[in-house]
């Protein structure tokens, strides 16, 4: 409630905390799905908007374990629309996300059967992706989001409520991402 008012942030980005926990009780309950020799580890950060502070501070602790773990990330942001948008760029266009993540994220979508397309982060853009990007780890992120539409619409307004979301994208990104799990 401060400079702007209060913005629930039900699509950005409480849309894709509640994948992770559904996709973790899903594997939870399913262990077979998880590929042998393969860890699974769903994170959610703070302070994103504000310097991706809690995404940085993560890998900074964490990056000799990561590069030796050849970590691979699939970051999500905002899931409110049918349409994945699978970034090759993040930081307003000027970081190149892993080919190896993007190719093996389109390969999810298309077994998954889910609508997507190839993304790139437009101005005033940036995800918790980028930490791991910045550190040479292999990462992108999956965002389903209409613009203009939606970002005059809802984007951080007031007006990003739970109305705002629809089960579609939601399943979505929970299909593909468990086929790019079941790929590792």
């Known amino acids: 409630k401060k400079n702007g008012g209060i913005v629930p942030g039900a699509a950005d ?3 894709a905390c509640g ?4 996709m973790s009780r899903y594997l939870a309950q399913h262990p077979s799905e998880i ?3 393969t860890e699974v580890c769903f994170i959610t950060f703070g302070s994103e908007e504000v310097g991706l502070r809690g995404s ?27 349409e994945i948008s699978i970034l090759e760029r993040e930081v307003n266009g000027t970081l190149k996300c892993s080919p190896e993540v993007i190719k ?6 298309q077994r998954a059967g889910v609508s997507h ?17 910045w550190a040479g780890l292999k990462a992108t992120t999956l965002q389903a989001f209409k613009t203009p539409e939606q970002l005059i619409a809802f984007y951080h307004q007031d007006r990003d409520t739970p109305a705002v979301l629809t089960i579609e994208p939601l399943m979505s990104v929970l299909k593909l991402t468990l086929e790019w799990v079941r790929a590792r």
């Open 19 to 22: 994948v992770v926990v559904a």
């Open 104 to 109: 093996s994220a389109m390969a999810a979508a």
């Open 117 to 133: 397309k190839i993304g790139s982060g437009g101005l005033g853009s940036g995800s918790d992706a980028a930490p791991f990007l």
């Open 56 to 82: 940085r501070r993560y890998v900074a602790r964490h990056l000799d374990e990561l590069k030796r773990m050849d970590v691979r990330v699939l970051n999500y942001e905002i899931i409110a629309y049918p």
């Open 13 to 15: 980005n409480l849309s």
């Open 35 to 37: 590929p042998a020799d």
